[in-house]
């Protein structure tokens, strides 16, 4: 069974700053999805970025970007220039790629909780 | 976009009654829908998975009889709380899939709390 590992309980930033968010995961997989979910107060869940294993180069979406290192089953989140609206809860998620429809589940880390200091 | 809405929001019910939780994609059809659960501080927990017109597959834990899940048409599935105790008040998370589509979209969640 697939697991996603968040060791980050919780992570501070200085506005305007950078800051990394850890992930690992561990499948017998070669094929699958890895996700970044932003959870705020609302409870609301947020696709914040995505990346398809097949792919080697690391996707990007404005100031966030991953390093997806597949040998090492890792999947980090850079959030540049960080902004007082960042601050959530952020969940690292996984996906098969298999073509079934149970493969759209969504295994989720635990969770790091983002703090941003003005 | 593709939105997904839950009703209700918000219910807090008696101890040994059933409450009704929906989920519904109102602008796409989704072949297959997913009930989460979460609880304070917690990681979203997978409860089951929906498909339309079939019975819903239960992850290993999840009481099937107590968490009743029907997904009767492409736009709703309902997720039943039965006989619920207080150890079920939990946020409940519904998310969909498109049909055909690759894209999964999350609903708002339902707050329960059982009293």
């Known amino acids: 069974a697939q697991t996603v590992t968040q060791s980050q309980p919780e992570m501070s930033v200085q506005e305007a700053e950078t800051v990394t968010l850890s992930c690992t995961y561990d499948?017998?997989?070669?094929?699958?999805?890895l996700f970044w979910y932003k959870q705020p107060p609302s409870r609301q869940m947020i696709l914040v970025i995505r990346q398809e294993a097949y792919k080697q180069q690391n996707a990007t979406e404005n100031r966030f970007s991953v390093n997806f290192q597949k040998a090492a089953k890792s999947f980090s989140l850079k959030i540049s220039d960080s902004q007082l609206g960042d601050a959530a809860m952020y969940f690292c998620a996984y996906r098969s790629a298999l073509l079934m429809d149970s493969s759209y589940k969504l295994i989720f880390g635990s969770g790091t909780r983002l703090l941003v200091r003005p | 976009g593709a939105v997904v809405s839950q009703h209700p929001s918000w219910v807090i019910c008696k101890s040994g009654t059933s409450v009704k939780i929906e989920c519904r994609s109102l602008d796409f059809q989704a072949t297959t829908m997913f009930w989460y659960r979460q609880f304070p501080k917690q990681s979203l927990m997978l409860m089951a998975t929906?498909?339309?017109?079939?019975?819903?597959?239960?992850e290993q834990g999840v009481e099937k009889d107590k968490f009743l899940i029907n997904h009767a048409s492409l736009t709703l599935s309902t997720l039943t709380v039965t006989s619920a105790h207080p150890e079920d008040s939990s946020f409940y998370i519904c998310?969909?899939?498109?049909?055909?589509?690759?894209?999964?979209?999350f609903g708002e969640g339902s707050w329960l709390t059982v009293v």
């Open positions: 499948t017998s997989e070669s094929d699958y999805y």
């Open positions: 998310s969909a899939r498109k049909v055909l589509g690759n894209t999964i979209y």
């Open positions: 929906s498909n339309e017109g079939s019975k819903a597959t239960y």
